[in-house]
Nanobody, 124 residues
Framework: QVQLAESGGGLVQAGGSLRLSCAAS????????MGWFRQAPGKDREFVAS????????YYADSVKGRFTISRDNAKNTVYLQMNRLKPEDTAVYYC?????????????????WGQGTQVTVSS
């Protein structure tokens, strides 16, 4: 089992920045590929970014490419999502997820463990 706890959400003006953190604990937490997803009201959960266990493979959704950066610190069992130039359409609950696999993936069904989510609200 892997437990995930997100933090760092909040309210920010358009053009601002936030950094989300996801602390992982439990068995094999260090060897999991990790991802960030988000879900806006009335919409399906969608892929944002993913990083392999080594950090050598990273994927981004087109909507966040060039603005968001995913990274990880395996010594701290923590994954980060740095979000810059935020837009109102980035408003959503952001979820951290872990795979029982080393490789990154953009597919929601490829993730086995999920955090509770953290709210990000971007005002115009």
């Amino acid at each position: 089992q892997v437990q995930l706890a997100e933090s760092g959400g909040g309210l920010v003006q358009a053009g601002g920045s936030l950094r989300l953190s996801c602390a992982a604990s439990g068995r094999t937490a260090r060897s999991n590929a990790m991802g960030w997803f988000r879900q806006a009201p009335g919409k399906d959960r969608e892929f944002v970014a993913s990083i392999s266990w080594s950090g050598g493979s990273i994927y981004y959704a087109d909507s966040v490419k060039g603005r968001f950066t995913i990274s990880r610190d395996n010594a701290k069992n923590t994954v980060y999502l740095q979000m810059n130039r935020l837009k109102p359409e980035d408003t959503a609950v952001y979820y951290c997820a872990a795979r029982s696999d080393y490789s990154a993936s953009y597919q929601l069904m490829g993730y086995d463990y999920w955090g509770q989510g953290t709210q990000v609200t971007v005002s115009s």
